[in-house]
């Protein structure tokens, strides 16, 4: 692991995208635990439809905070590495074979970015 990866992974409330972007996670505590799982589902199925339909592209701040939001997530469920993969990632990859994934995900895109935003997350670079 990356030492500057390894340091942000240690700063609660911070995600670092690929790009070394760091931005301000929200506070995901309240999210019910029956909510964990479509909680998760929405956010990663966002994230493979900003990485992959042109219409809906997502900066590095907005990658950052989708992706950090995600792994908050996955740890409150306790996923391994193999179970979200195969329960979250896969699936949101299968979708892009239908050929309405984009124009019926990507709506959604913005409005969870916001909402994640209202929780206090930010897709502002963090200096």
């Known amino acids: 692991m990356k030492?500057?990866?390894?340091?942000?992974?240690?700063?609660?409330?911070?995600a670092?995208?690929?790009?070394a972007v760091t931005v301000r996670l929200p506070d995901l505590s309240e999210v019910a635990d029956a909510d964990l799982w479509l909680s998760l589902t929405n956010i990663v199925t966002?994230?493979?439809?900003?990485?992959?339909?042109?219409?809906?592209l997502l900066t590095d701040g907005e990658w950052?905070?989708?992706?950090?939001?995600?792994?908050?997530?996955a740890a409150r469920l306790g996923l391994t590495?193999?179970?979200?993969?195969?329960?979250y990632w896969d699936?949101?990859?299968a979708?892009?074979?239908?050929?309405?994934?984009c124009s019926v995900g990507g709506p959604d895109v913005r409005p969870l970015l916001d909402e994640l935003i209202d929780l206090g997350g930010s897709t502002v670079p963090v200096n």
């Open 16 to 19: 670092l995208a690929d790009g």
């Open 64 to 73: 950052a905070l989708l992706n950090g939001s995600a792994d908050v997530l």
């Open 81 to 87: 590495t193999k179970a979200y993969e195969a329960q």
């Open 3 to 14: 030492p500057l990866l390894a340091a942000c992974l240690l700063i609660p409330g911070l």
């Open 46 to 56: 966002a994230i493979v439809i900003g990485q992959n339909c042109t219409d809906y």
């Open 95 to 101: 979708l892009l074979d239908s050929d309405f994934a």
């Open 91 to 93: 699936p949101a990859f």
